[in-house]
């Protein structure tokens, strides 16, 4: 390896990891059911999207999964009051809680609802020392009120990415939401339904492969380096 690396006159020698296997196979695998936070992106009275969440919360939990939907109405707009507000208290400690989420909105002018985009707003890249969404799955869904659109996913995925989330490859859209559920406020029998079956198995499945070692798989040469140089820079300061 030393040879190897010989040829890599940038790489701090003392941090760079190759890639190890059995540290993918975690020792003692958690045992308590996976922990899912659900959001939606509509406050209305008949929500669609909320429905939707209501069916992907049935489906984890017949899977075994432990399920939290936040209920973004009194949720303020980012900036618009202090962080200790109860709802963002609230949402806060449902995101550090979950191991994995699904988040599903309306589309409205060709794009997620502000609702959607003020809850994912609120969550923070990082309270003190944790990282909320860092190594945590997602699931995305939307409901379209016309034709099958997937500009509201696609939006959602850019965000997941950001957010250093492992948002899995499939996805739903729901086309014409209004009339895909029925009276009782459960969705019809269709290959929408189906996809959406198709979506929160994947979800589970990734959650219960990843969950245990998260933390290793976003374990970064940027950020050990960076961490390397602070805490250098503290002891030479102490020493001084």
């Given amino acids: 390896?030393?040879?190897?690396?010989?040829?890599?006159?940038n790489i701090e020698r003392g941090l760079f990891r190759v890639p190890d296997l059995p540290q993918l196979r975690p020792a003692a695998p958690a045992?308590?059911?996976?922990?899912?936070?659900?959001?939606?992106?509509?406050?209305?009275?008949?929500?669609?999207?909320?429905?939707?969440?209501?069916?992907?919360?049935?489906?984890?939990?017949?899977?075994?999964?432990?399920?939290?939907?936040?209920?973004?109405?009194?949720?303020?707009?980012?900036d618009d009051a202090p962080e200790t507000h109860p709802k963002v208290a609230e949402l806060r400690e449902l995101t550090q809680w979950a191991?994995?989420?699904?988040?599903?909105?309306?589309?409205?002018?060709?794009?997620?609802?502000?609702?959607?985009?003020?809850?994912?707003?609120?969550?923070?890249?990082?309270?003190?020392?944790?990282?909320?969404?860092?190594?945590?799955?997602?699931?995305?869904?939307?409901v379209c009120g016309g034709s099958q659109s997937f500009n509201a996913v696609n939006q959602m995925?850019?965000?997941?990415?950001?957010?250093?989330?492992?948002?899995?490859?499939?996805?739903?859209?729901?086309?014409?939401?209004?009339?895909?559920?029925?009276?009782?406020?459960?969705?019809?029998?269709?290959?929408?339904?189906?996809r959406v079956v198709d979506v929160i198995e994947e979800l589970f499945k990734f959650t219960l492969l990843t969950r245990d070692v998260a933390p290793y798989l976003v374990d970064r040469y940027s950020e050990r380096k960076e961490s390397a140089e602070e805490l250098s820079r503290r002891v030479n300061q102490a020493a001084i």
């Fill in 99 to 142: 191991e994995g989420m699904m988040w599903c909105s309306p589309e409205r002018h060709g794009a997620m609802t502000g609702i959607m985009k003020t809850q994912i707003d609120w969550i923070p890249l990082s309270i003190g020392a944790i990282r909320p969404t860092q190594g945590k799955t997602l699931a995305l869904m939307q």
């Fill in 157 to 194: 995925r850019v965000l997941g990415r950001w957010m250093r989330m492992l948002t899995i490859p499939n996805q739903s859209s729901v086309a014409k939401a209004f009339m895909e559920f029925d009276d009782n406020n459960r969705m019809k029998p269709s290959a929408y339904y189906d």
């Fill in 1 to 9: 390896m030393s040879d190897l690396l010989n040829d890599l006159p």
């Fill in 31 to 78: 045992t308590h059911a996976p922990r899912f936070l659900l959001l939606y992106g509509s406050l209305r009275e008949r929500s669609f999207s909320r429905l939707l969440a209501e069916e992907a919360a049935r489906l984890l939990r017949a899977m075994g999964g432990e399920v939290r939907i936040f209920n973004p109405s009194g949720l303020p707009l980012p």
